[in-house]
């Protein structure tokens, strides 16, 4: 038994509709302009000067890390969370030590 199924396949033509408001032409985007800032009102244009220091120029380098050249502290002992105490002698350091322990 043969089915004709061309008869199914065949679409049907929409009508086009009309508009309902009035057509307009294609879009065309506006020339491409550069931004340029208003004038300030408030800033002059005046000449610029270099800055002169006293003594002709300034030292920028970076400075020397100091470090600690005494005998006097021995070490450094934390007393409580990041309290850091110098230590001067061993007796100094077992006091801190008994009073972190209680």
């Not at 033509?13 to 800032?37: C, I, L």
């Not at 800055?51 to 120029?57: N, R």
């Amino acid at each position: 038994m043969f089915i004709d199924l061309s008869a199914f396949n065949k679409s049907k033509k929409r009508k086009s509709k009309k508009t309902k408001g009035p057509v307009y032409a294609k879009y065309t985007p506006p020339e491409f302009k550069p931004y340029r800032p208003a004038p300030n009102p408030y800033y002059s244009n005046t000449s610029q000067y270099p800055s002169v220091t006293t003594t002709g120029s300034i030292n920028t380098s970076k400075l020397e890390r100091t470090k600690y050249t005494g005998t006097l502290v021995v070490g450094i002992a934390t007393m409580h969370k990041s309290n850091a105490v110098p230590i001067i002698n061993q007796e100094q350091a077992e006091e801190i030590s008994r009073m972190r322990r209680g």
